[in-house]
């Protein structure tokens, strides 16, 4: 166990449909990274945030969306949702930006199934 | 535009040898580049390498930077069978904080 938790670990949902990815992020770290993860882009960075807020973007759709809240759990929202987003979705955590010096910490994944 | 590329995309080797997978990488602000591995579902961290020439050490992994030719190796000798996975290499950028990862290279150890 990593220490960073994602929830749920599948999800099967239809076109048009809106989902919550959550993320607890290891106790102590104050950053949260998202990406998302398919066969043919490896892992793409979507959206990072700091102590609630949002610090980095990456190629992030503009039907997603993420907060981070109080308690530093992070939820990554999913609308209009399309049969390319199926993939993998990554939350990553570290104490506090740019602090790799043990790695950034990845949960075990949700993996999103759009059909 | 920011970019990490690995090499070989896949491999397939007998278990003793040994291995050498490349990550080469063209990005503005470099802060430090980062190996993991992957198998069933979270990458898990192996070496992160700030700077060039030192090269650091785990087991039978060893990975080297070098920040001139803007590129880093992951050897793994005498190879087992439990290290088939893929192997990311990912670059953290300075200033606006993201990491930008590679394809990945698949390594499949024969027994």
């Known amino acids: 166990d990593s220490g960073v938790t994602q929830t749920p670990k599948h999800l099967i949902t239809a076109t048009g449909q809106r989902v919550t990815l959550r993320c607890s992020p290891r106790s102590g770290d104050l950053s949260v990274y998202w990406y998302q993860q398919s066969l043919d882009q490896g892992l793409q960075f979507l959206i990072q945030?700091?102590?609630?807020?949002?610090?980095a973007k990456g190629n992030i759709l503009e039907r997603f969306s993420a907060q981070q809240f109080p308690d530093l759990h992070s939820e990554l929202n999913l609308s209009s949702l399309e049969l390319g987003d199926s993939a993998l979705y990554f939350c990553?955590?570290?104490?506090?930006?740019?602090?790799?010096?043990?790695?950034?910490?990845f949960g075990s994944g949700t993996r999103l199934t759009v059909v | 535009e920011d970019k990490v590329v690995q090499s070989p995309l896949s491999l397939v080797v007998h278990e003793g040898d040994t291995v050498t997978l490349n990550c080469s990488y063209e990005v503005t602000n470099f802060r430090s580049l980062l190996w993991y591995k992957q198998e069933k579902k979270a990458p898990t961290f192996l070496f992160m390498l700030t700077s060039s020439g030192i090269e650091k050490k785990s087991g039978r992994l060893s990975s080297i930077l070098d920040k001139k030719e803007l590129f880093s190796i992951l050897n793994i000798t005498a190879t087992q069978t439990g290290d088939s996975a893929i192997y990311l290499c990912?670059?953290?950028?300075?200033?606006?904080?993201?990491?930008?990862f590679g394809k990945g290279t698949r390594l499949h150890i024969l027994p």
């Open positions: 990912a670059v953290e950028l300075r200033g606006d904080d993201k990491i930008i």
């Open positions: 945030y700091y102590n609630g807020e949002e610090r």
């Open positions: 990553a955590s570290s104490v506090v930006p740019g602090w790799a010096n043990e790695g950034y910490t």
